[in-house]
């Protein structure tokens, strides 16, 4: 393990449903971000949280709604998601603002919407 | 918007032949590029990376080359081995600067034939 845990590691989802992926990290980083990764396109940036406050929201539809209660703790609430929202969501962090040392990331929640 | 281009999109190489793959982007007030290796099924993992006051970096046999003017930069790796199959994504982005976000190129699926 790298020190950033997601959950669940593969979801299923109808279109009504709610359901939240969560992320950890216990590197005593400041900053944590949600990518998007679909297939044959780049990772996408969606969320950026720099000591628990948002700090860019890239134009991510309200369906997707984020949560960092604390530094080491980020969630991404789904709810009315559509078939295209399927995808693989990537939580990172890395130590502080700037992207100095790179991110590191955790291994992925596989979201299937059906 | 910014932006980065990555190709090829695949590469298919002989075990102890060299790969090269190339990115290409648009804000040039990027100064920060790393590279990240995603293999099957794994979290994106940073493998090396380069600041603009540099154009050249090593670290084994792996080098990434920066041409600030040109803005582009190109991932090397010599005396390829089976285990180098992966996924291979750039990224740029400010270094030390108040945004917290990576641009990613679409990924190249790099195959090393034994």
């Known amino acids: 393990e790298t020190g950033v845990t997601q959950t669940p590691r593969h979801l299923v989802m109808g279109m009504t449903n709610k359901k939240s992926l969560k992320c950890e990290q216990h590197l005593g980083h400041n900053a944590m971000y949600w990518y998007k990764q679909s297939a044959k396109k780049p990772l996408e940036l969606m969320f950026v949280?720099?000591?628990?406050?948002?700090?860019e929201n890239n134009s991510v539809p309200s369906r997707f709604s984020p949560e960092c209660p604390n530094s080491s703790h980020l969630f991404l609430h789904l709810h009315t998601l559509q078939p295209e929202d399927s995808a693989l969501y990537l939580c990172a962090s890395s130590p502080g603002q700037g992207v100095r040392y790179g991110y590191t990331f955790g291994s992925g929640t596989r979201l299937t919407v059906v | 918007g910014e932006n980065v281009e990555q190709h090829p999109s695949t590469l298919s190489v002989q075990e102890g032949d060299s790969a090269v793959i190339k990115c290409t982007y648009s804000?040039?007030?990027?100064?920060?590029f790393p590279w990240y290796k995603q293999e099957l099924g794994k979290r994106p993992q940073l493998i090396i990376d380069i600041r603009s006051n540099v154009g050249e970096k090593k670290d084994q046999r792996i080098a990434v080359t920066l041409n600030k003017t040109a803005k582009h930069f190109s991932l090397h790796i010599t005396e390829t081995q089976p285990e180098d199959s992966a996924v291979y994504f750039c990224?740029?982005?400010?270094?030390?600067?108040?945004?917290?976000?990576?641009?990613f190129g679409t990924g190249t699926l790099l195959a090393v034939q034994p």
């Open positions: 804000d040039s007030a990027s100064n920060y």
């Open positions: 990224a740029a982005g400010l270094y030390g600067g108040a945004t917290n976000k990576l641009i």
């Open positions: 949280y720099s000591l628990e406050e948002r700090v």
